[in-house]
């Protein structure tokens, strides 16, 4: 089972992005999934998080700005991102607490993080 970030890259002050998380393998079920950041020198912070019947939960410093969504049919996660600031800049990585078929209990998953700069 992997988790895979997409979407990250170089915007303007202002601009907007969409991250998605996919999630591949061998998974029976999908807890709750969430986006974390991490800027150079700073701690992993919590962005935005979504349960599995979809409610969210965010960051005061994301909120009205940000909209965490998933496709469970799909084993994604998205998490659209507006009036972007360059504070938002990190490193932002996807979690996913996922139950492997076959399996009881849920294991917490992370996918390898997509460079997110916000830059003029």
């Known amino acids: 089972v992997q988790l895979q970030a997409f979407g990250g890259g170089l915007v303007q002050p202002g601009g907007f992005l969409r991250l998605s998380c996919a999630a591949s393998?061998?998974?029976?079920?999908?807890?709750?999934m969430g986006w974390y950041r991490q800027a150079p020198g700073k701690q992993r912070e919590l962005v935005a998080r979504?349960?599995?019947?979809?409610?969210?939960n965010y960051a005061d410093s994301v909120k009205g700005r940000s909209t965490i969504s998933r496709d469970n049919a799909k084993n994604t996660m998205y998490l659209q991102m507006n009036s972007l600031k360059p504070e938002d800049t990190a490193v932002y990585y996807c979690?996913?607490?996922?139950?492997?078929?076959?399996?009881?209990?849920?294991?917490?998953?992370w996918g390898q993080g997509t460079q997110v700069t916000v830059s003029s």
């Open positions: 979690n996913g607490g996922i139950r492997i078929r076959g399996r009881i209990k849920f294991d917490d998953y």
């Open positions: 393998g061998s998974i029976d079920s999908i807890n709750a």
């Open positions: 979504i349960t599995s019947g979809g409610a969210t």
